[in-house]
C-alpha cells in the first residue's frame, strides 16, 4: 500500500526526483505507441467478427483461397513469433552457460 | 497473470496443442463422447503438467460439485424446496469454504489477527474453478441447466484454454457445444479464424506486454523499498504497467479463445478496447467482461441490485467491487482496488443522473481522459511487486 501512495504521490508532482530510477526515450517510444494502439485498432472481436462474415459471404467464391490465405499469414506470424522466441531462448542458453 | 500466460506461449504448450488437435478430431470414430473424453484428459494432463500436487483438489471439487448440482436438477424426486436450499447453501458455503482456506486464510493469519500465516500454496485456476462451479449449482437450483453428464461436466471445469486464466465461462452456452456432434469435425472457417485470434493474442503477450514489463518493476520496487519516484518515472512506471496488464490478460484472453475455436468451440471475449470507454461504467463492460457478468449476476442482482433505491444500490456496488477486488488475490491492496472502482462507479451513476442523456464531443473526449486518469490512478494498488 505505501509503495502505491509513493507512486501516486510521484505522479502528482509531490516527490523530489533526486534519487529515482529514470527512464529513457526508448521507454517514452513505446508508451506513446502502445498507447496509441489502445486507442486506434480495432478490438480482437471485431477483428474475429470481420473475419467470421468475410469467410461466410454466401456470394464469395474464393472462400477457401481466403481460408487458406489467412491461414497462410496467421501461420507466418506465429512462425515469426516462434522463431523469436527459439532465437531469444537460444541467446539467453548462451549467455548463461558461455 | 505474467507466470500464468508464459507457460501458454511456451514451446511445450505448442507441442502439446500440436497433439491434442489431430486426437481431438479422430476421437469421434469411437462414438459422440469420444471427443469430449479426449479434450478433458488433454485439460487433466495440461493442470497436471502445471500444478501436480493440487489435481487432487480439482477433481475432489469437480465430483462433490457435479453430485449437489445432480441432486438439485432433481435426482432425488423427494426432497422437498427447502432441502434443495440447505443443500445449494451447502455447496456454495463448501466451494467458498475451500476458496478462502486455499486463498486467504493465511492473509487473514497474518494480516487480520497478526498470526504466523501457514504457508499455504495457491493452487492454480482455483478462483475460475470455484466461481464456475457456483454458477452451476445456483442455476441448476433454478433449473436453468441444459445439459450435464459426468464427461462433459468434468470438461466444462477443467477445459484448458481457459482453465488457468480465464475467461470465466458459463455451462449454459458451453457444455452444448462439446456434446454437439458438428464441433466434432474440423471447420475450415473457425481453425481459421481461431488461428488468427491466437497469433493476434501471442503477439499481443511476447511483443507488447513482454517489451514494457522491464519498464514496471524498477519504479514500484524503488518505491516499494522507500523511494520516492518523481514526476516522468512514476506516470511512465505506472502507464508501462497500465499497458502490460492489458496486453498480457487479454492477449491470454485471445489465445485462449483462439485456441478453443481451433476445438470448434466458441468461448466468450473477455476484452472490448477497454481503454476506450468514455466513463467507468462502460469500462466495466469492456474489462474482463465475463467477471463483470459473473459478479453482476450472481452477487449484485442477489444483493438487490438498483430495485431498493439508490443508497442501497450505491452499497450493493460498493461491495460488489469490493469483494471483486478481493477475487483478483488476498490483499489490502486488491480492496483498495476494487472500492476505488466502486467509488467511481457510485460517482458515475450520480453523474449520469444529472448530465444530459445524449452526450456531446467535448463530453466524450473529457470522459474518456478522466476514465482512463481514474483507471491509471487504480492500478498503482494492482501492481504485483516482485
Redesign the interface.
Known amino acids: 500500500m505505501s509503495a502505491a501512495r509513493r507512486v501516486l504521490s510521484g505522479m502528482a508532482g509531490l516527490n523530489a526526483a533526486a534519487s529515482s530510477p529514470g527512464w529513457d526515450v526508448k521507454q517514452a517510444a513505446w508508451l506513446a505507441g502502445l498507447s496509441l494502439l489502445t486507442q486506434i485498432a480495432p478490438s480482437s472481436n471485431e477483428i474475429a467478427d470481420s473475419l467470421h462474415r468475410l469467410l461466410r459471404e454466401p456470394k464469395a467464391r474464393w472462400n477457401g483461397s481466403l481460408i487458406a490465405l489467412s491461414g497462410g499469414a496467421c501461420g507466418a506470424a506465429f512462425a515469426l513469433v516462434l522463431s523469436t522466441m527459439l532465437v531469444k531462448n537460444a541467446a539467453e542458453f548462451l549467455y548463461f552457460n558461455f | 497473470m505474467g507466470l500464468e500466460t508464459a507457460r501458454c ?1 511456451s ?1 511445450e504448450f ?1 507441442v502439446f496443442l500440436a497433439a491434442v488437435f489431430p486426437v481431438y478430431f479422430l476421437a469421434h470414430r469411437f462414438g459422440p463422447r469420444g471427443p469430449v473424453l479426449v479434450l478433458l484428459i488433454a485439460s487433466l494432463i495440461f493442470y497436471a503438467w502445471w500444478s501436480v500436487q493440487y489435481l487432487w483438489l480439482l477433481l475432489l471439487s469437480i465430483c462433490f460439485n457435479y453430485a449437489i448440482g445432480r441432486q438439485l436438477l432433481g435426482g432425488a424426486p423427494k426432497s422437498s424446496q427447502r432441502t434443495r436450499d440447505v443443500l445449494l447453501a451447502a455447496g456454495v458455503a463448501t466451494n467458498l469454504g475451500l476458496l478462502f482456506v486455499f486463498k486467504y486464510l493465511d492473509f487473514f493469519l497474518r494480516d487480520v489477527l497478526g498470526h504466523d500465516p501457514l504457508g499455504i500454496i495457491l493452487p492454480l485456476g482455483i478462483s475460475f474453478y470455484t466461481f464456475t462451479q457456483i454458477a452451476f449449482l445456483v442455476d441448476a437450483r433454478r433449473g436453468d441447466v441444459a445439459a450435464n453428464d459426468p464427461l462433459s461436466y468434468g470438461l466444462f471445469v477443467t477445459y484448458f484454454p481457459h482453465l488457468i486464466a480465464g475467461p470465466i465461462i458459463h455451462h449454459k452456452p458451453v457444455i452444448p457445444q462439446f456434446i454437439n456432434p458438428a464441433n466434432h469435425v474440423i471447420r ?2 473457425m ?3 481461431g ?9 499481443k503477450k ?3 506486454a513482454d ?2 514489463e522491464p ?1 514496471v518493476q ?3 520496487s ?3 523499498a ?15 504497467y497500465t ?1 502490460q496488464l ?2 498480457d490478460f ?1 492477449g491470454y484472453s ?1 489465445m485462449a ?1 483462439g485456441i478453443s475455436m481451433l476445438f470448434g468451440i466458441r468461448l466468450p ?1 473477455n ?3 477497454p ?2 470507454a468514455n466513463d467507468i461504467i462502460e469500462f466495466w463492460r469492456r474489462w474482463h467482461m465475463t467477471l463483470s457478468a459473473f459478479l453482476r449476476e450472481y452477487l449484485y442482482f442477489p444483493l438487490g441490485g438498483n430495485r431498493k433505491g439508490p443508497a442501497r444500490r450505491y452499497v450493493n456496488l460498493m461491495l460488489t467491487m469490493c469483494l471483486g477486488g478481493l477475487w483478483h488475490g488476498a490483499n ?2 486488491f480492496l ?1 482496488w476494487g472500492a476505488l472502482h466502486g467509488l467511481y462507479l457510485i460517482i458515475n451513476h450520480l453523474a449520469r443522473a444529472v448530465l444530459p442523456a445524449t452526450p456531446g464531443l467535448g463530453r466524450l473526449v473529457i470522459g474518456r481522459c478522466l476514465t482512463l486518469l481514474a483507471v491509471i ?1 487504480a492500478w ?2 494492482f ?1 504485483r ?1 516482485v
Do not use: Q, R
Not at chain 2, 522507500?226 to 508501462?240: F, K, V
Open positions: 506461449s514451446i505448442f475450415p472457417d481453425v481459421s479464424v488461428l488468427a485470434l491466437f497469433v493476434i493474442g501471442l503477439i511476447i511483443y507488447f517489451n514494457v519498464f524498477p519504479v514500484f524503488f518505491a516499494a522507500g523511494g520516492n519516484p518523481g514526476l516522468l518515472e512514476a506516470w511512465s512506471g505506472t502507464l508501462a499497458l492489458y496486453f487479454s485471445d479463445v471475449i476484452f472490448e478496447s481503454y476506450k489490502w491492496t483498495a490512478v498503482c494498488f501492481v511487486i
